[in-house]
Nanobody
Framework: QVQLVESGGGLVQAGGSLRLSCAASGRTFSSYAMGWFRQAPGKEREFVAA????????YYADSVKGRFAISRDNSKNTVYLQMNSLKPEDTAVYYC?????????????????WGQGTLVTVSS
């Protein structure tokens, strides 16, 4: 049974930082690309960032480029999303995703598993 468990969400003021974590179990973590998505109230889920299995390649949504950084620790089966310079428009439920392959795409194509989500609220 594959499980993805996110943590690290919360309330932060605009300009602040948060680091999300996603702990994976039930499959060979280091073989698969990982990603982060988010869904704001009343909006569709959108791609945020993705990282290849070896952490060599990354993709970011234009809206977060330069502010967010995705990383992984294959020894801990964990993927991270460091979020800096947060804006109120970053408010959303953030979902961790595990792909069915090792390379990365900028969509949810090939996402095999999803986490339950963690809420990030950025106040102005």
């Amino acid at each position: 049974q594959v499980q993805l468990v996110e943590s690290g969400g919360g309330l932060v003021q605009a300009g602040g930082s948060l680091r999300l974590s996603c702990a994976a179990s039930g499959r060979t973590f280091s073989s698969y690309a990982m990603g982060w998505f988010r869904q704001a109230p009343g909006k569709e889920r959108e791609f945020v960032a993705a990282l290849s299995s070896t952490a060599v390649n990354t993709y970011y949504a234009d809206s977060v480029k330069g502010r967010f950084a995705i990383s992984r620790d294959n020894s801990k089966n964990t993927v991270y999303l460091q979020m800096n310079s947060l804006k109120p428009e970053d408010t959303a439920v953030y979902y961790c995703a595990s792909y069915a392959f090792s390379w990365i795409v900028r969509t949810d194509y090939g996402v095999a598993y999803w986490g339950q989500g963690t809420l990030v609220t950025v106040s102005s």
